[in-house]
């Protein structure tokens, strides 16, 4: 059974950082690509980046240059390193088994002043 546990969130001020981390079990974590995406209140949930199992990533153009992806294959971790935050990046922020979208409970990531 597929298992993701998204950690890490919390309320930031504008312009400052998170690292959110998600744990996975149930596969071979090494061999698949993983994503991150996330949902606002009232909105459809939302791509954020892609990152591939030898760590190649892509990012959506809201994110780029602020969100940096990574993954620890020996520890079937991937982060998401998340600066320059915005309040438009409030949401609860979910990593994601690419092909078959399995997804974990989500972190609530809030920026607010």
């Known amino acids: 059974e597929v298992q993701l546990v998204e950690t890490g969130g919390g309320l930031v001020q504008p312009g400052g950082s998170l690292r959110l981390s998600c744990l996975a079990s149930?596969?071979?974590?090494?061999?698949?690509?993983m994503a991150w995406v996330r949902q606002a209140p009232g909105k459809a949930l939302e791509w954020v980046s892609t990152?591939?199992?030898?760590?190649?990533?892509i990012y959506s153009p809201s994110v780029k240059g602020r969100f940096t992806a990574s993954r620890d294959n020996a520890k079937n971790m991937v982060y998401l390193q998340m600066s320059s935050l915005k309040p438009e990046d409030t949401a609860v922020y979910y990593c994601?088994?690419?092909?078959?979208?399995?997804r974990g409970q989500g972190t609530q990531v809030t920026v607010s002043s």
């Open positions: 149930g596969f071979t974590f090494s061999m698949y690509s």
């Open positions: 994601e088994k690419v092909g078959d979208s399995s």
């Open positions: 990152i591939n199992a030898g760590g190649g990533t």
